[in-house]
């Protein structure tokens, strides 16, 4: 196998990172393409840090897009209590996304704590 450029090595193991690959497994391919061992444990160090800052980023607009979600349900409720009239289908649905947007505060509010907890790619979040 041959040694390729540090920078395509970097970038490769960055991307490697984001795609859910275990620290370890980055840090031996690291080695693989020439880095020392100091140099490959810094770089995946670097690397985690980034990792987890990209998943706590996903967290909070989870977080945001789920409270708006939220809203839906008591904006459609005063909407239909001033006008004196409620639609169960409309209300229904209304609360669907309201639950929905609980979920996604629940989850985002998982990313941000824990963002070691969060396997795969960061691109399916």
Same mark, same amino acid.
């Given at each position: 196998?041959?040694?390729?450029?540090?920078?395509?090595?970097?970038?490769? +193991?960055?991307?490697?990172?984001?795609?859910?690959?275990?620290?370890?497994?980055? +840090?031996?391919?690291?080695?693989?393409?020439?880095?020392?061992?100091?140099?490959?444990?810094?770089?995946?160090?670097?690397?985690?840090?980034?990792?987890?800052?990209?998943?706590?980023?996903?967290g909070?607009?989870k977080?945001?897009?789920g409270?708006?979600?939220?809203?839906?349900?008591?904006?459609?409720?005063?909407i239909?209590?001033?006008?004196?009239?409620?639609?169960?289908?409309?209300?229904?649905? +209304?609360?669907?996304?309201?639950?929905?947007?609980?979920?996604?505060?629940?989850?985002?509010?998982?990313?941000?704590?824990?963002?070691?907890?969060?396997?795969?790619?960061?691109?399916?979040?």
């Amino acid at each position: 196998m041959t040694q390729m450029d540090p920078e395509k090595a970097r970038a490769e +193991a960055r991307a490697k990172m984001i795609w859910g690959d275990s620290p370890e497994s980055v +840090a031996s391919y690291l080695r693989m393409q020439g880095f020392s061992k100091e140099e490959a444990e810094a770089l995946v160090r670097d690397l985690v840090k980034e990792r987890k800052s990209a998943v706590r980023g996903i967290g909070v607009r989870k977080i945001l897009t789920g409270i708006g979600l939220i809203c839906v349900p008591i904006v459609t409720l005063i909407i239909f209590l001033s006008i004196g009239v409620i639609l169960l289908k409309v209300m229904a649905i +209304a609360v669907m996304v309201g639950l929905w947007g609980c979920w996604l505060v629940l989850n985002g509010i998982i990313m941000f704590l824990a963002p070691k907890s969060q396997p795969g790619d960061l691109a399916d979040q």
